[in-house]
């Protein structure tokens, strides 16, 4: 059909970018909300050397039940949830996703954080604008989820162990994914 001619032109060109990009060591892939969903289709491709992954509150409603059944394996996988994507209706579909990963402890979750707080429009606007527009958490400040985030995602893909800015500890929670999804859709805290 035309849309495996599309397809196929569209890897075909990616793959005549990528080696124009000398990157034959591979590459990362970060995403957030449609976009960490499409990162998943990529990974499972399997179609260019990929180094890491990491979702950031991935949209995973739109992926079929294969998509979700086959998960992101043999790729290291970070995954970062903002508060209210941990009580989203399409939080079964996420968990379903890190479970069927190979890579799925590595799961965090930002108290106090929106599913915009991770796009850089939310430090677009004045505070007060962005709180009303919710467009960051009710008392999150400007810039810190995003930093921390962006510090975060940096680690993931340098492969080193994040550790938290010791004025911001408090912010970021390892998420428990087992215990979320056989107690309730509350974020349950490792200890």
Not at 14 to 29: P, R
Not at 71 to 93: C, F, M, V, Y
Not at 113 to 121: E, P
Request: glycine content about 4%; hydrophobic content about 40%.
């Amino acid at each position: 059909s035309n849309n495996n001619n599309n397809e196929e032109n569209n890897v075909i060109l990616l793959k005549n970018i990528l080696a124009a990009a000398k990157i034959e060591d591979g590459f990362s892939l970060v995403g957030h909300s449609f976009g960490a969903a499409t990162m998943a289709l990529v990974a499972q491709r399997k179609s260019f050397p990929i180094n890491s992954v990491s979702m950031l509150d991935p949209w995973c409603f739109s992926l079929t039940d294969s998509n979700l059944n086959e998960g992101i394996t043999n790729i290291p996988l970070l995954t970062i949830l903002s508060d209210a994507w941990t009580r989203s209706k399409e939080l079964p579909q996420v968990i379903k996703l890190l479970e069927n990963s190979s890579c799925n402890n590595n799961c965090w979750w930002i108290p106090g954080t929106v599913h915009q707080s991770f796009a850089d429009s939310a430090n677009w606007f004045p505070s007060f604008l962005a709180h009303r527009m919710y467009m960051r958490g009710p008392s999150e400040p400007r810039h810190v989820t995003m930093s921390t985030v962006a510090s975060m995602c940096v680690s993931h893909i340098q492969q080193k162990k994040w550790t938290a800015d010791p004025t911001k500890e408090d912010l970021v929670q390892q998420y428990d994914i087992a215990h979320t999804k056989a107690e309730s859709a509350t974020p349950v805290l490792k200890e």
